[in-house]
């Protein structure tokens, strides 16, 4: 329950993280038998190999509960200590009621507050800024923020500029306060959205500009997306994002021990590692085998790093991510697990 907390608060702490795929794999070759594309078209394009979907009766909170479970034994909480749960998903289950109310419900979070947060693939940065605000504010003192995303249901599998792009997963953290007075992880946050391209990337049916009850065409009811003009805002706002982000901090590229980006398309990221000069040692990438799982991408990559011994205690962590809104986000870390 979250109930006004007269404590000084300490600064939120990027306490524990963890992640759920689905079993599975469906991979390029798999993908050339459903739509006219080639695994070479997929892989020069955007260095995709392969990606996960969910099974029939499986639902965004299905994942959701599974990568919130990992994430609460990771940091060993009762899940009674969560004050409040934040799913960012573009993919619910159900228009209303939240994922994150089905999900805390499921984990046992019983004290928990919970709601879903909208800002697509920028999401999981997004929902760590609310965490950090709870936390820091002494609102809570322990949020579950878990990015979940089921996409091979809402994107049309006889679309090949969108159907190979992305994929299933779910993948969080556990953001905690740290002892009164202490610094916290967080270093600071850059978000920012620009509606003026809100349909460049879009579900245009289904909600209530057009609702599902009135007559639509078929593909209406599933992604649709300006590829190209997406492209051109990724490449801008992930470089401009890092660079007010770092100029306000006051910390240079060379201090970054971990760049992890929005996992939608390697050419993006390689674009933005190029112009920020970070070298390319420090950047973890993982959508080879996952493809775009939007705002579980982050929060997945970070998993992975970890158990790869890539992103170990102390370390500067910067995030940086972009989607339909169009939003982006960046945020720098210090990993402090417990
Ligand atoms: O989280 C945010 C999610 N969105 C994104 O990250 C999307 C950002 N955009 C992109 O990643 C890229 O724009 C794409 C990967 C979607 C497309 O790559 P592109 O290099 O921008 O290709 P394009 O859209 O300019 O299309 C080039 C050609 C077209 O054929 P024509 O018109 O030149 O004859 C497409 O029809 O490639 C064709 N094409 C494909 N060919 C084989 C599009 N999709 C495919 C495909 N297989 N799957």
Not at 178 to 185: H, L, S
Not at 281 to 306: C, D, K, M, Q, W
Not at 319 to 334: I, M, N
Request: glycine content about 10%; hydrophobic content about 45%; overall charge negative.
């Amino acid at each position: 329950m979250i109930a006004a907390r007269n404590g000084r608060a300490g600064g939120a702490r990027l306490a524990a993280l963890g992640a759920y795929v689905p079993e599975r794999v469906v991979t390029n070759a798999d993908l050339e038998r459903q739509v006219d594309t080639t695994d070479e078209w997929i892989v020069t394009r955007t260095g995709i190999r392969e990606r996960r979907y969910a099974s029939a009766d499986q639902a965004t909170s299905d994942l959701a509960v599974l990568a919130a479970g990992d994430v609460l034994r990771n940091s060993r909480m009762d899940p009674a200590d969560v004050d409040v749960v934040i799913v960012p998903t573009c993919t619910p289950d159900h228009l209303f009621p939240s994922v994150a109310a089905m999900t805390a419900h499921r984990v046992g979070a019983v004290n928990a507050a919970a709601f879903d947060l909208q800002a697509a693939c920028s999401g999981f940065i997004y929902g760590l800024a609310q965490a950090t605000a709870l936390v820091e504010s002494g609102i809570a003192r322990n949020v579950l923020v878990v990015g979940a995303e089921v996409f091979s249901k809402i994107v049309d599998m006889e679309d090949r500029s969108t159907c190979i792009l992305f994929g299933d997963a779910a993948a969080g953290a556990l953001v905690t306060a740290g002892e009164p007075e202490c610094p916290g992880g967080f270093l600071g946050f850059e978000l920012g959205a620009d509606g003026s391209q809100a349909m460049d990337l879009c579900i245009p049916v289904g909600g209530t500009r057009r609702p599902a009850s009135q007559p639509f065409a078929r593909e209406e009811a599933f992604v649709q997306m300006n590829g190209r003009e997406v492209y051109k805002f990724a490449t801008r706002v992930m470089e401009e994002s890092v660079v007010r982000l770092l100029d306000r901090l006051e910390v240079g590229i060379g201090d970054v021990d971990l760049l992890v980006a929005h996992q939608a398309n390697l050419r993006i990221i390689d674009h933005a590692v190029k112009r920020l000069g970070i070298d390319g040692s420090r950047v973890f990438n993982n959508l080879e085998r996952y493809g775009n799982t939007s705002a579980a991408s982050i929060p997945l990559a970070l998993t992975e790093a970890r158990d790869a011994g890539v992103l170990n205690p102390g370390a500067l962590v910067l995030l940086v991510g972009f989607g339909a809104g169009l939003t982006w986000a960046s945020c720098l870390v210090r990993y402090e697990p417990e």
